[in-house]
């Protein structure tokens, strides 16, 4: 039998749908401390430092991002790819803490735990470690709430929003490299994370370059991305501006209208099927030709979300 259009695109969506499969497992090995990890001696500061231009494109202009490192900080004996997907994960987190913006802290430093302090703890053994510190200057947390945070499954964000895993995941990872997390909060004023990872002997690795991306070419054409998980959002509009295109984003139904009645040159609709405040997607799909000079739309299938 001939493999037509329709058997393509039949197997891209099995393939899409074992892939967020394997990232869900994935997650939940982390979480249990069950997952395979590459430690290698490295310098926080150095990896940090490349995540930087990252982070900003994924908080967005109303984050002002600060990062701070003693000079003479201690290598560390760590995963290198699973600590920049901690610091990634928790950044996410204080954005959505901070809806109208406000101030990312994110400080490396040195700590000495000692036989009084590591015997109070879980599975922790005194001695010297190195320190991430990320602090927002968001909404905080209730102290109830602040015991169950690491939770699997657990989440404070409205249903849809989020798997609760992140700060799990996050956790296990610690964990599993023989480390330490703690976290501070102040509703209404801000939250720490504060990450301790083993000192280790020897030089540090040099950071991995940032893998150079193709230089955009110049485009004229507009899309608006419609999306409620802001992690989806996020990815779409920076990987849609990578490649030069002009991109507005919405959370629903409403907000879209109001960007393709004030754009009224947008190319290309781009959204999800179910989203809140009443209007769904195949709605703005119908509702945009009378509107803008937009005769393409894709909706974006539930199975691509990430949170």
């Not at 430092?49 to 990252?54: F, K, P, R």
């Not at 600590?83 to 802290?105: K, Y």
């Not at 005194?126 to 169950?148: F, H, K, Q």
């Not at 023989?178 to 976290?183: E, L, M, N, P, S």
């Amino acid at each position: 039998m001939p493999f037509n259009e329709r058997h393509q695109k039949l197997a891209q969506t099995i393939v899409r749908m074992a892939e967020r499969g394997a990232e869900l497992i994935q997650q939940l090995l982390a979480c249990y401390r069950k997952q395979t990890l590459s430690p290698k001696i490295i310098s926080l500061n150095d990896h940090i430092t490349a995540m930087t231009s990252i982070l900003m494109r994924c908080l967005g202009a109303g984050i002002n991002i600060v990062q701070t490192g003693g000079a003479e900080l201690w290598p560390c004996l760590v995963d290198p790819r699973q600590v920049e997907n901690a610091v990634l994960n928790l950044a996410l987190n204080t954005r959505d803490a901070m809806p109208d913006g406000g101030n990312l802290s994110i400080e490396a430093a040195t700590a000495f735990l000692d036989d009084e302090y590591a015997t109070a703890q879980a599975d922790l053994l005194p001695g010297e470690y190195v320190t991430i510190s990320i602090t927002d200057t968001g909404s905080g947390t209730a102290r109830d709430v602040l015991g169950r945070v690491f939770e699997p499954f657990f989440t404070t964000k409205e249903q849809g929003k989020g798997k609760g895993l992140g700060l799990s995941v996050v956790f296990g990872f610690v964990k599993q490299s023989d480390g330490h997390v703690t976290i501070y909060s102040e509703v209404g004023r801000s939250t720490t994370v504060k990450l301790y990872l083993p000192r280790a002997g020897g030089l540090p690795e040099k950071a991995a370059d940032p893998v150079p991306h193709n230089q955009p070419t110049d485009r004229d054409e507009s899309i608006l991305v419609v999306e409620d998980g802001a992690d989806v959002r996020t990815l779409a509009v920076v990987l849609m501006s990578d490649l030069g295109y002009n991109v507005f984003k919405a959370g629903d139904g409403p907000a879209a209208m109001s960007i393709l009645e004030r754009e009224r040159h947008t190319d290309l609709l781009f959204t999800d099927v179910i989203l809140p405040s009443g209007m769904n997607g195949e709605a703005i799909a119908d509702a945009a030709p009378a509107i803008t000079r937009t005769s393409r739309s894709y909706t974006c299938p539930a199975s691509l979300r990430t949170r």
